[in-house]
């Protein structure tokens, strides 16, 4: 049992990391929403936006407080330690930062134009999915260059606030059921969608010996995760698409995947899950976070509405209607619940033992 003292030295350290963090993205998106602002003020040929209705920012304010006091209460009962997040030297931030504004002019001028097809082209039409060659976010190069995967995690985080890692270490939890008592040398987790490898590092950090496999589209995504998770031993990268996990039958005890649903049209959604299904062995756990969906939160219903028609995100208006449970029902994984995140929430599935 931890003593007061000790109690005290966690809180202080888990302060310490996170909160300058969050002041550092809450500014980075105070100063993006001014400019965007003021680029649609000169811009007198843009046409009106559609605006959501307004939202009461004391309550946004106060679910991330609770997301935080979340993540230190998993913190405080040993699931997992004080956090690191990697985010890298104050000139990696101050770059990243730079790389971030660099591109908002952009993003703004494909947003006004609603270009979200530049990365489909004759080199890359074919080699992968159609729905994947997408400027989602209006960002440039979508998901396949080093430089969109050098801004990604910025854009999340100025996105939510600085939240998006909190809201990814909410996995771990039930991870942590499901691995209570077992020899973490001899279990196998894979990672599908896993991006730059911000999960994966969470994961590594609750359980160092876990050997992990990451799966993602993009080889740029897959170049920034291997250079971000080479701290850690027993972690593999592949280059796949979750619709055809490159393994065989019943190979791993855990899969999770953060923040990719919602990216895929409906019936890439029922393939993966049916995927997820074939890959995890008997008693294994799915578990995914992603959007809060329709209704979950009904005070964040308008902005959920909203988020599609701003960001370019085409699958997102069917992803908050899907109905998971049903969806995992018919491919033998039972639902076990869902706990929501701020805007996020974490679903969990077990298949049979």
Known sequence: MSTPLARLGTRVAYAA?????????????????????????????????????????RRLYADMTELLAQDLANV???????????????????????????DLPDVEARRRRNASREVLSEQTRGRRPDYYLRNFHFQSGGWLTQESADRYDTQVEVLFKGTANAMRRQALPPLHEAFAGRDQRGLRLLDIGCGTGRLLDFIK?????????????????????RRHLRRWSRVGLVVGNAEAIPAPAESFDAITSTFMLHELPPDARRTVIG???????????????????RGDEPDYDALLEHFPQHYHEPYFASYIGENFPAIARARDLAHRRDEKAFVSKVMVFDKAA
Do not use: K, M, N
């Not at 997992?80 to 730079?98: I, Q």
């Not at 876990?210 to 993602?216: A, I, K, Q, S």
């Open 76 to 102: 405080e009962a040993g699931i997992y330690p004080v956090p690191a997040d990697h985010d890298g030297s104050p000139a990696t931030l101050l770059r990243r930062s730079w790389l971030f504004f660099a």
């Open 17 to 57: 990391t996170q909160l300058p963090r969050l002041a550092w993205y809450v500014g980075h998106s105070y100063l993006t929403q001014r400019l965007a602002q003021a680029a649609r003020g000169q811009d007198a040929a843009a046409p009106p936006q559609r605006r959501a209705r307004p939202f009461d920012q």
């Open 275 to 293: 995927e997820c299904a074939r890959v995890l062995r008997p008693g294994g756990r799915l578990v995914l976070v992603d959007s809060l969906q």
């Open 205 to 225: 950090q609750a359980w160092p010996r876990l050997p992990v496999t990451g799966l993602d589209l993009s080889e740029a995504y897959l170049c920034h995760a």
